[in-house]
């Protein structure tokens, strides 16, 4: 065999070693995957999922397996999803971390204001943009369901849009295209394509 022969062979060996170690690293990772993934599904299929409170121990236990060092945060985050769930403002105050729990509150706040149609609930929200947001939905919500887009006027600077939303939800709900009509901005056009 001459140089050149024994170089080739030497190379090829080379590379059938580099593909055989890369292969047995891809079934070492594949192996692991799939046992993370088993493991989940042993979970939830040993987890009675006859109530919320089971699922959301579950969900709390995975997440302090998978993250031992924020234990508070995953216990934060139970809470909160709890509140919302509940749409308890009260739960809220259980949480540690200050940026989520006026998160928490200003959520829950905002359903309970959408919900009974009271906009004066949204005044304990603490940041003035949520607050806002929640006042234009609820004035919102209340002209939809009456069918009264002059209640929006109360908005201000927002009641155009607040009217062209109630026109728009009206033209959906009615399919009646002289609301699109109405509409002064360019939700004109979608309304008109959502009818026909």
Do not use: H
Request: glycine residues 2%; charged residues 30%; hydrophobic residues 35%.
């Amino acid at each position: 065999m001459n140089e050149l022969e024994v170089k080739l062979k030497s190379d090829w060996l080379k590379i059938f070693l580099i593909v055989l170690i890369f292969i047995a690293i891809l079934a070492i990772f594949t192996y692991l995957i799939y046992s993370f993934i088993s493991d989940k599904k042993e979970v939830t299929e040993n987890t009675d999922i006859g109530t919320n409170e089971q699922i959301e121990f579950s969900f709390l236990d995975l997440c302090l397996e998978n993250c031992k060092r924020c234990e508070q945060n995953c216990k934060d985050q139970d809470v909160f999803s709890k509140a919302e769930d509940k749409i308890d403002k009260n739960l809220c105050n259980e949480i540690i971390d200050d940026n989520l729990k006026s998160e928490c509150v200003s959520r829950v706040v905002y359903t309970q204001a959408l919900n009974s149609k009271d906009k004066s609930l949204c005044n304990s929200i603490e940041s003035e943009d949520e607050k806002q947001r929640c006042i234009f939905s609820v004035v919102m919500k209340k002209a939809t369901d009456s069918k009264d887009e002059t209640m929006c006027d109360e908005l201000g600077d927002q009641a155009e849009s607040c009217k062209n939303n109630v026109r728009f939800t009206l033209a959906r709900e009615t399919n009646d295209p002289s609301y699109c009509d109405k509409i002064t901005n360019s939700m004109k056009n979608d309304c008109l394509n959502f009818i026909e």
